[in-house]
């Protein structure tokens, strides 16, 4: 049953205290929704969701960015390309939600979405950006 929780995973720890805090904010926040699901309040969730991400998307996106920025990582263009992708991606979400209302179902597309969205890109994105920034920080 724990394999197929939405919770935050140990494997995804960067050992960058203030991302993996902003990590866990954001899985804390998937789960309330994944839980939702199973219960009467997923339109509501949902919704919920969608108004945290609103403003944690540029919070998080921008202390990853100024991180990046002060450990000179090299990768930086690419890593902040991928950041502004997914911002078009949750608008189109957005603009889903606005447009037929939240309903089970959206809650469930939304719920896969962000989750596997974002367990792909920390695993495969940001941990990159990790032996750079625990060097510059040494
Ligand atoms: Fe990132």
């Known amino acids: 049953m724990d394999n197929l929780s939405n919770k935050w995973k140990v494997e995804y720890e960067t050992g960058i205290p203030e991302i993996?805090?902003?990590?866990?904010?954001?899985?804390t926040h998937i789960?309330?929704?994944?839980?939702?699901?199973y219960s009467n309040s997923a339109k509501k969730e949902l919704v919920t969701l969608i108004n945290f991400l609103r403003n944690y998307i540029s919070w998080h996106f921008s202390t990853e960015e100024s991180l990046m920025m002060q450990a000179h990582?090299?990768?930086?263009?690419?890593?902040?390309?991928?950041?502004?992708?997914?911002?078009?991606?949750?608008?189109?979400?957005?603009?889903e939600l606005s447009q037929k209302g939240a309903d089970k179902y959206l809650a469930i597309e939304?719920?896969?979405k962000m989750h596997d969205w974002w367990v792909n890109h920390i695993l495969q994105i940001d941990m990159?950006?990790?032996?750079?920034?625990?060097?510059?920080?040494?």
């Open 128 to 138: 990159k950006y990790v032996p750079f920034m625990k060097d510059h920080n040494k």
């Open 31 to 37: 789960e309330t929704l994944s839980l939702a699901i």
């Open 20 to 27: 993996d805090s902003q990590h866990k904010q954001l899985f």
């Open 73 to 95: 990582y090299p990768d930086i263009h690419k890593h902040t390309e991928i950041h502004r992708s997914f911002e078009k991606f949750f608008q189109k979400i957005e603009s």
């Open 110 to 112: 939304v719920e896969n």
